[in-house]
């Protein structure tokens, strides 16, 4: 040991820029899950939502159709 600086301590800030190297990839690879959970979430509740559209269009639409109902006898 050279003035009380060991081997070891001398790889410590490799050490630790490579732990915070992994930490940072661990913490966007989060990110980027629940992003991506986000996302699925809001295109789904879009597609219900068009969904439900296309119903109420459809039922509109079933009410304007003339031959839908019986012919009158005036």
Do not use: C, F, N, Y
């Not at 301590?9 to 690879?29: F, V």
């Not at 980027?32 to 509109?60: P, S, T």
Request: charged content about 30%.
């Amino acid at each position: 040991m050279l003035g009380g600086v060991s081997s070891h301590s001398k790889r410590d800030p490799q050490a630790k820029a490579t732990k915070a190297q992994a930490q940072l990839a661990e913490a966007e690879a989060k990110v980027a899950q629940e992003q991506a959970a986000v996302i699925a979430k809001a295109l789904h509740e879009d597609e219900a939502h068009r969904q439900a559209d296309l119903e109420e269009v459809a039922e509109k639409e079933a009410e304007a159709v003339p031959w839908d109902r019986p012919a009158s006898s005036s």
